[in-house]
């Protein structure tokens, strides 16, 4: 049976109203429809490449009706759009979370921040290899944009402002660029998940259950250390 490219498929945006039944006649939570779309979504994009697969396969293996894209996120873009967003999403909320709790020192904050950034991936193990090949796609990719700006604009800002408040705390020395500091810890977090598969095998290492949690140790470590050094020898 031959197969319908992408364009062809591409449905049109429609105005908000109730949810089409499927075909067993029941209506389908929004919620679990959307992340159902969603999670078909991902797969699809880490086997082959979202950009080469249709629409009607998504909803297919959602095993909803292709109109359920359109009513949910509008097109082809949205439905993509959506899937960055849903995993960033996360991310932001317990960074802001983490960066809002009281009586945490600035030490316990970078720990925090390192946990949430790997068990976030540990989770989406997808999300690097999607990033990755978008980087590589195409200079002008939409998703690309999108994905610099919510990141630059949620979490790294974030991130970003409070170090800059600890070192106007005296908490970690002014020799730090903070902009620098949290690429740093965003590389330390995603980047492993990206090289594992492929330097795993020759390392002794794999993405087992241990490793997130190992990762996260000694990430900690080796930044607590390097914070802890400079502030001292800053004194």
């Known amino acids: 049976m031959s197969s319908s490219s992408p364009e062809t498929e591409s449905v049109s945006r429609r105005r908000p109203g109730r949810p089409r039944q499927d075909k067993s006649g029941a209506n389908r939570d929004a919620q679990e429809v959307r992340d159902r779309l969603l999670d078909a979504a991902v797969e699809i994009a880490v086997e082959q490449g979202f950009e080469r697969t249709g629409l009607r396969e998504i909803a297919r293996r959602a095993e909803v009706s292709p109109g359920m894209i359109s009513y949910y996120f509008g097109d ?3 439905l993509y ?3 960055f967003e849903r995993v960033f999403s996360r991310i932001q909320e317990k960074v802001e979370a983490a960066l809002d709790a ?3 020192t600035t030490e316990d904050r970078v720990a925090d921040l390192i946990r949430i950034q790997i068990s976030a991936i540990a989770a989406d193990p997808w999300l690097p290899k999607v990033v990755m090949r978008e980087l590589l796609a195409s200079k002008d990719s939409p998703i690309r944009d999108f994905i610099g700006e919510f990141v630059a604009r949620g979490p790294i800002t974030m991130m ?3 170090l800059e408040q600890a070192q106007r705390d005296g908490a970690i020395s002014g020799e730090f660029d ?3 500091l949290a690429l740093t810890i965003s590389s330390l ?3 492993p998940f990206l090289m594992l598969p492929i330097l795993g095998p020759h390392l002794g290492l794999g993405l087992d259950g241990d490793f997130p949690e190992r990762l996260i140790e000694h990430n900690q470590k080796l930044l607590s250390e390097a914070l802890r050094a400079r502030t ?3 004194s």
């Open 189 to 191: 977090s995603g980047f």
């Open 76 to 78: 082809r873009q949205g």
């Open 232 to 234: 001292e020898n800053a």
């Open 178 to 180: 903070p902009r620098m």
């Open 160 to 162: 970003i402002e409070r």
């Open 102 to 104: 009281p009586d945490r």
């Open 81 to 83: 759009q959506a899937m």
